[in-house]
């Protein structure tokens, strides 16, 4: 079937994923109220298109942390992508790069930083930071993470504990036997608790900058005060992000958090979201309530899950190519034409 809107990918990779692989990627936390508002929240923001602006010529580039992508969405860190594809982060390492556009490896990945970064060499990436009881292990991860020459550090700040997802429960979800948590290997042997920290605090970033050189952008940020604290903190990025509603159920769509963190950081850090994001008008409605860049993290899976990496560069074309024609409808010729006027908030 033809593959046109990332619906399709997602219909593919139910039907084709082992069920507890779909039911891990699927999952949100509880009743899924907040996994499910990500994606009906942005059906609530109507544009105010401008007419007669000269689209003929269009530039969707953008620049995060300095470093240009091709447009404004990268590939957020999400775990254990061999469950979709054989050759896991080394798939979607490749399709980042071969689209221009940055991908967050994740502290859970079926492949090494190492094997990663050999996969794709020159492709922007972050690795994504989980902060574990065994100190030692993360600075290690830290430590090779830089000299991997990945170029950001994303510490995730909103998973003290596991959030409850019921289907994994009833699954009994585990990796297969022949899968590994790659970077992890050898470290948590025995400790018989989980191995997340739940007693990390804002300090531990102070911490974090003594290890490494690279920026560090922290996710997980919903609120002004945690904004506020953020910029205090000397972060470079904030990834206004409700986990993809995998950890407090109820929390607020990621886009309706959005604004309020943008306001309270006044510029002085950027800032991306993820959570929801389906078609590349929702992406243009990000941009317009000033995020930088939006990040993706199921629909790089159900690209995975249909082809591995060719995939993920066809997901990632698809939204490039809707959020080109979104902008040009709505009458932004560039990524700086783009800005609040562009959208209203609907009282649904």
């Known amino acids: 079937m033809a593959m046109v809107c990332l619906s399709d990918f997602e219909a593919y990779a139910k039907k084709y994923l082992p069920k507890s692989a779909w039911d891990y990627f699927a999952a949100g936390a509880d009743d899924c109220t907040t996994r499910d508002e990500n994606i009906l929240a942005y059906k609530r ?85 989980y902060i574990h009881r065994n100190r030692a292990a993360s600075r290690q991860l830290v430590l090779r993470a830089e000299a991997a020459g990945f170029q950001g550090l994303v510490l995730t700040a909103d998973l003290p504990y596991t959030g409850r997802r019921r289907d994994d429960v009833r699954n009994g979800f585990r990796l297969p036997p022949h899968m590994k948590v790659k970077n992890l290997e050898g470290a948590f042997e025995v400790c018989k608790m989980s191995p997340l920290d739940p007693s990390v605090t804002w300090n531990d970033i102070y911490w974090l900058r003594s290890l490494t050189r690279l920026p560090i952008i922290i996710k997980g940020i919903l609120t002004r005060e945690d904004a506020e604290l953020a910029v205090r903190h000397g972060v470079q990025g904030i990834i206004v992000s409700n986990h993809g509603g995998r950890q407090l159920d109820e929390e607020p769509a990621t886009i309706d958090a959005l604004v309020e963190v943008v306001e309270a950081v006044r510029g002085r850090v950027e800032v991306y979201v993820d959570g929801g ?18 990040f993706i993290g199921r629909p790089a899976l159900w ?46």
């Open 45 to 129: 923001i109507r544009f105010r298109p401008r007419m007669l602006r000269d689209v003929s010529v269009m530039d969707i580039r953008t620049k995060i942390l300095g470093s240009e992508i091709s447009f404004p969405v990268g590939i957020a860190p999400t775990g254990f992508h061999q469950l979709a594809w054989p050759d896991g982060e080394k798939s979607t390492a490749r399709a980042a790069r071969a689209m221009n556009t940055c991908y967050i490896a994740s502290t859970y990945s079926t492949c090494t930083l190492e094997e990663i970064s050999a996969a794709a060499p020159g492709g922007l990436r972050w690795f994504q930071l």
């Open 277 to 294: 994001i389906r078609k590349g008008s929702d992406v243009l409605k990000a941009l317009a309530l000033g995020a930088k860049c939006v």
């Open 303 to 348: 690209g995975l899950a249909y082809k591995g990496e060719e995939g993920l560069q066809d997901v990632l074309r698809i939204l490039q190519d809707e959020f080109r024609l979104s902008m040009a409808l709505a009458g932004c010729a560039s990524v700086s034409d783009i800005g609040q006027h562009l959208v209203q908030l609907s009282r649904l």
